[in-house]
Nanobody, 122 residues
Framework: QVQLVESGGGLVQAGGSLRLSCVASGSFFNINMLGWYRQAPGKQRELVADVNSRGSTRYADSVRGRFTVFRDNAKNTVYLQTNSLKAEDTAVYYC????????????????WGQGTQVTVSS
């Protein structure tokens, strides 16, 4: 099992920055994918950005060039640096992980954090 704990959300003015962090803990063999989704009121949860164990990243078109996702494998931590924030970035940001639980089990299991609120005032 993997537990994910996010931090770093808050209230910021448009144009500002926040750094979100997510620490993974528990019993697992490795974590392939770490990343962030977000969900705004009345909208579906959407991918923001993720990074795999080799460092390859994906970004939503709406955040590319403003947000940066990176991970520290030694600390089992993923970060989301958010710059030039806009009112439309306001949402609950959820950390997620895809992990293998043992060396003999090749299945990937998905886990979610509890979410952290990011509010951007215009």
């Amino acid at each position: 099992q993997v537990q994910l704990v996010e931090s770093g959300g808050g209230l910021v003015q448009a144009g500002g920055s926040l750094r979100l962090s997510c620490v993974a803990s528990g019993s697992f063999f490795n974590i392939n994918m770490l990343g962030w989704y977000r969900q705004a009121p009345g909208k579906q949860r959407e991918l923001v950005a993720d990074v795999n164990s080799r460092g390859s990243t994906r970004y939503a078109d709406s955040v590319r060039g403003r947000f940066t996702v990176f991970r520290d494998n030694a600390k089992n931590t993923v970060y989301l640096q958010t710059n030039s924030l806009k009112a439309e970035d306001t949402a609950v940001y959820y950390c997620y992980a895809e992990a293998r639980l043992s060396e003999s089990n090749f299945l990937q299991y998905q886990y979610w954090g509890q979410g952290t609120q990011v509010t951007v005032s215009s």
